[in-house]
């Protein structure tokens, strides 16, 4: 649900949300993003595997707001997302990496522009966007 919810927050410039997305990013140094299909697929191949050990980070990729920004109006296109990349403090961009997941063998389904693209699709499903405009 993160997702949508970022998503949502940067398309319309959330005022409550936008700030928490802020934070990942001047912490972290970009925000980690995943299906959460690629979630349940990734628990369960951990389990299904003898090797796994300590802890596991999953994402399919991560990137710096203003990134994450660029991709989500490809996809919705809006006003604020302007406001938002202008408002970011530069920071130096870090991987959030998988590569112990990926290093077992899992896979991801999803890449990041359908994560976003599925994000948008069910916050415009469930009002929480209005639906594209098509001219």
């Given at each position: 649900m993160l997702v949508i919810s970022g998503s949502t927050s940067t398309a319309l410039g959330d005022s409550e949300l936008l700030p928490l997305l802020s934070t990942v990013n001047s912490r972290m140094g970009s925000i980690a993003l995943v299906h959460s299909e690629d979630i349940c697929n990734a628990h369960l191949y951990l389990m299904e595997h003898d090797q796994p050990q300590g802890?596991?980070?999953?994402?399919?990729?991560?990137?710096t707001m203003s990134e994450l920004v660029h991709h989500f109006a490809k996809v919705y296109p809006s006003p604020n997302s302007q406001r938002v990349v202008e408002a970011e403090m530069v920071s130096v961009p870090t991987e959030i990496s998988s590569k112990k997941l990926k290093d077992l063998g899992f896979r991801y389904k999803y890449s990041l522009q359908e994560v976003i693209h599925q994000a948008v699709d069910c916050c415009i499903d469930y009002g929480f966007l209005p639906p594209i405009k098509t001219e």
């Open positions: 802890r596991y980070i999953c994402c399919t990729n991560s990137c």
